[in-house]
């Protein structure tokens, strides 16, 4: 019977970056089984949303804090070349690497400035890494400085938290300031179908200005 996702758990009690890395890496070897076997679907969702607004010739694309690759790899199915993948745990990348789908991986942390040009990508995506003990806020200052003009960020948050996150706040503040401009929103869903009752996720889909 499924039930509560430990590794989760010890992700979001991290309260830093070398915490998070090194709960990501001891996650590693089962989060695959564990999140699929507990109905995980936000990669599923989340691919469908970049699909949606997304054209497959829109340039390199980036898969931040891209995990084992769950997204990558349906971006891939669909369709999708040139995609780069960051995350801050190596292990992750080893998983990651070993599906053959991304033109690159490299260890970042979000916290940190991308070792990446202005206008770099055409979209970048980043799904299931804004929760608690994850990136911050200013992590989307990021995203846009590297995205072309036009070009999308599509992510999810933790509607319980991302106020407290501060990440409502960023997200709003940068829409105010014209950087970039709300396209959709998704409604408030479950990302796991069979666990985790109390945990929701939504996903924004923004053009950069």
Not at 5 to 13: I, K, N
Not at 28 to 34: G, K, N, Q
Not at 106 to 114: I, K, R, S, W
Not at 173 to 197: H, K, M, Y
Request: glycine share 12%; charged share 20%.
């Amino acid at each position: 019977m499924a039930g509560d996702t430990e590794g989760l758990e010890a992700v979001y009690a991290a309260s830093n970056s070398a915490g998070a890395r090194a709960a990501y890496d001891k996650w590693a070897i089962s989060y695959d089984a564990e999140n699929i076997g507990n109905g995980y679907r936000l990669p599923g969702i989340g691919a469908a949303f970049f699909a949606r607004h997304v054209q497959r010739d829109e340039g390199r694309f980036l898969d931040a804090g891209c995990g084992t690759g769950l997204v990558g790899e349906a971006l891939s199915i669909l369709g999708y070349k040139g995609i780069v993948g960051a995350d801050i745990s190596p292990q992750m990348l080893e998983s990651a690497k070993r599906l053959k789908v991304y033109e690159r991986l490299f260890e970042h942390d979000l916290g940190q400035p991308f070792p990446e040009e202005d206008n770099s990508f055409g979209a970048v995506t980043c799904f299931g890494s804004l929760g608690p003990g994850h990136a911050p806020s200013s992590c989307l200052q990021e995203f846009i400085r590297i995205t072309r003009p036009k070009g999308r960020i599509i992510l999810n948050v933790r509607p319980e938290t991302f106020v407290e996150q501060g990440l409502k706040a960023k997200m709003d503040e940068l829409t105010a300031s014209g950087q970039w401009q709300l396209v959709e929103c998704s409604p408030i869903f479950r990302p796991f179908l069979l666990t985790e009752p109390r945990l929701h996720a939504q996903i924004f889909v923004y053009s950069v200005a």
